[in-house]
């Protein structure tokens, strides 16, 4: 069996290492060098060039090396084989992290510290315990119950949204356009880890922002097209919205002269908020062509009029 | 009922409150308007000055405002009457969402990217996932066991070791001199939470810091008494210590020229990693006077002898 491995930000080697040693007959060809793409039954990928994948004739199954697919599902020359999302214990470990270290920054005044500490000033700024800060959380899958488990640990009361009800420990769970008005008019704290379809597309935007309490903060690790960045830097100004961290944006990299890039109200972070490691990861995708090969049913397969 | 309150650092006036809210029929004096000291019963105190509380002939019960009470034991006049520590969910729950921020500030390399913010760079830097990055905790009473929980949601191999063996889900517990050495060799990221007693005094040492790993953080929120800050300052300068984070000094406020308030690899925040908020310690102050009240067994009692 050969796969077909193509990624700009992925370390090819190290996944090529991975899943040898997980399945050691299976023969990995990393981009450009793809040999006669008639070999080729299955891919594993990042962002690849349209029509790549239409090119290979005999392919049978679509790895995404991320847990968002809208990038795959914009080549209209997709080939119509079955799309695995990444999902693994790691990925939603790691968004979680950076949603929880976030939260944390700005319940606990780490700017402030840091500024003080650099003006060599003491100075104790109360700060609200975290039974009163309350988080919403816009999506409630894989990623959102990681981040939703660790802020309820810490004692953050937590709601979330998603399109579908869902019930999670400890959580308050809402859906639904009712669901969402009441989910925002509750948030101190408000974070995007929906994936991107033309429904949630722009959904962090001016009449959101205006929903929530005066103060709030935004956290957006969904995806850039969530953010109406004009509609944000508006509100920061106002000061309705107290700070935001962002890890995604309309453009990648972030144009260095963009005004969200020096904001003082902004944590920006150039998109490492949810990593794949190739070591939790490669389990996923080698149980993935496992189940594959024996034709057993795959999980995580994406619906594609869904989106996700 | 009479109770005197002391501290320079807790809002008396929102703690009598918080009081009378839960005890209508409590009378709560703060000093120095002590009345007439016969009246007063009870204590709820935070460093009060050597000698207050032996002037009160009919005190029957001291509660301490802070979880730590080392400052109260070296009263040698401290009256010999049942001493509670201060023990809240808000207070562990604090300490660990600092705990947790910092293993992750460190772990995803917050200060590079705040740098690389204001620099206009665009720059992914690899971190470790979090499962391969080992936090060791001193100490494992309420406290620890907090930060565990919330380590431990989020990936994190915990081990943890505390003066008697104690269990907690998914921490690998060790105890006694060779369950030190044991932990200290497998802690990329080392959590101090222990209580101030003869024998943890300096615990945070140049034996200490070269048990650990080459490039591993130390991570201060126990008290100042812990750490030896000249060796600490040593292990940064040699790089065996990548970073620090530092709640709590030998002497606080810390003069704005000692070399730890300025160093580019220490976090340094004012003695506020746990801090009391009466709306969740008055329930455990008030639960507390009411069993003394009824004559029921007090928990979180002090033993002087242990030290805490």
């Not at 920061?236 to 144009?255: C, M, T």
Request: with cysteine; aromatic share 4%.
């Amino acid at each position: 069996m050969t796969l077909l491995f193509h990624s700009a930000s992925d370390d090819a080697r190290a996944w090529t290492a991975e899943l040898n040693r997980r399945l050691p007959d299976l023969e990995v060809r990393v981009t450009p060098d793809i040999g006669d793409p008639a070999d080729i039954t299955c891919a594993l990928v990042w962002k690849p060039p349209p029509g790549l994948l239409a090119g290979l004739p005999n392919l049978r199954l679509i790895l995404s090396l991320g847990a968002g697919v809208e990038p795959l599902l914009e080549d209209p020359t997709l080939p119509d084989v079955p799309l695995v999302r990444m999902v693994a214990a790691g990925l939603a470990e790691d968004m979680a992290g950076y949603v929880t270290m976030e939260v944390l920054r700005w319940q606990r005044h780490a700017d402030a510290y840091a500024a003080q500490q650099r003006a060599g000033q003491w100075r104790q700024l109360p700060h609200r315990p975290a039974a009163e800060v309350r988080v919403g959380l816009l999506g409630l899958g894989e990623l959102g119950a990681a981040a939703a488990r660790a802020l309820v640990a810490l004692g953050f009361p937590v709601a979330g949204w998603s399109r579908t009800p869902r019930t999670l420990p400890g959580v308050t769970a809402l859906h639904g356009p009712d669901g969402l008005a009441t989910l925002l008019a509750g948030s101190d704290m408000l974070v995007c880890l929906l994936p991107l379809t033309p429904e949630t597309r722009d959904i962090l935007n001016r009449n959101t922002f205006a929903a929530l309490p005066r103060g709030a903060v935004v956290i957006n690790a969904g995806r850039g097209g969530h953010l109406v960045e004009e509609d944000l830097l508006a509100a920061l100004e106002s000061g309705h919205i107290a700070g935001a961290s962002l890890d995604v944006f309309r453009e990648e990299p972030l144009p260095a002269a963009h005004p969200l890039f020096g904001h003082p109200l902004v944590h920006l972070t150039p998109h490492v908020a949810g990593v794949t490691h190739p070591g939790p990861c490669a389990d996923h995708v080698a149980d993935t062509i496992r189940r594959h090969r024996a034709g057993d049913p795959l999980p995580n397969l994406v619906d594609r009029r869904r989106g996700y």
